[in-house]
């Protein structure tokens, strides 16, 4: 008789609870339970909501039918060649008989009302709120994310709420909120539902911004375009091993995304979070100033962010403020015109500089807006237009 691996993986589990007494433990599931659902599809072990909604699927979109009812996953670069019954690196999109599927579209496992200074971006509707939700997954795996226990963790994993678009944008504005944020863990792995609600936005006057890590394909970026209206970028670091010993990605895949939303029109700026010891060398730090100012002009804001010790990186220190000092310097010495300092409150580096006369146009602390001295986005002293998305 001939096994699936995923018939095997249950007939293994339930063998395993039977010879021994011990549990696998993780976060909010007993160890059994954990590994079925790993190896069984979505729809055979519901998630924390049993509710009719909960079962919904979606098709995807971005993949090409293959021989024997596999697929190729076309969305991301990983590119992951699924076969019937199976899932992509993600974990939220399944081939079903040779069609694939998202698990996640309408299914939000984390939503919060922000300041849109937390996401960060700091040129974008400064003092506003955005209205965040995220899905269970990511297509990659960073060692310090602070979203682990969402981003690493299949949709059965974790308790999740049925919210389609219409909603999505019926609560943002029940909250005050000026846009959606798609954030917290990888928006790309929910592609479709970002998609979906951000093209809502033209009809609801709520605006759409995407918190991504950038690992995406370019023909779904240059779909995005179309209907966000602002990206932050988390640049991880700026050699290929960091990528790939520390976020099991790539980096290429990410500047291509840059460029091509340069290309695009399309508003967006970086944050890199300085590790000590791992992306913090003054050369690397200069390579990617060089880079960005080359690349994607002078005007983009950069934050070097402070790490604190999280997740499978808890072996190493907070991240010295003249480190963070450094990094911004460096930045601002390569031509750089806004180089920001984030996770520490009161540092000078969370303010605005007018590139012009040097004053400060926008006064922050953390997440709170003090001061904003623009008239029609440009710098109420001097004039000069300060690039960004300010009504």
Known sequence: MKFSRRDFLIRSACCACGAASGALLSPGLPGLERLLRAATPSAAIPSGDNSPEQERISPALYYEKLEE???????????????????????????????????????????????????????????????????????VECRFCQNWDISQFRPEQVKSTYLPPDDVHKQARRTGARSIAYTYSEPVIFYEYMFDTAKLGAETGTRSVMISNGFIQPEPMR???????????????????????????????????????????????????IIPSLNDSEEELRSMAKWVAANLGKDVPIHFSRFHPTYKLKNLPVTPVKTLDLARKIALDEGLHFAYVGNVWGHDGENTFCPGCGGIVIRRIGYKVLEVNLKDGACVSCGKVIPGIWS
């Open 223 to 273: 779909e995005l375009c179309k209907v966000l209206d602002g990206v932050k970028i988390d640049l991880k670091g700026f050699t290929e091993n960091f990528y790939k010993e520390y976020c099991s990605g790539e980096l290429k895949p990410v500047l291509d995304t840059l460029e091509l939303m340069k290309k695009e029109g399309m508003w967006f700026e970086l944050v890199v979070l």
């Open 69 to 139: 009812l596999k697929i190729k996953c076309e969305l991301c670069p990983r590119e992951c060649t699924v076969a019937d019954q199976e899932r992509g690196y993600c974990g939220v999109r399944e081939n079903r008989l040779g069609t694939y599927y998202t698990l996640v579209h309408s299914k939000p496992c984390a939503i919060h009302t922000d300041p849109i200074e937390k996401k960060p971006l700091f040129h974008f509707l400064p003092g506003t709120l955005a209205y965040s939700l995220a899905t269970a997954g990511c297509n």
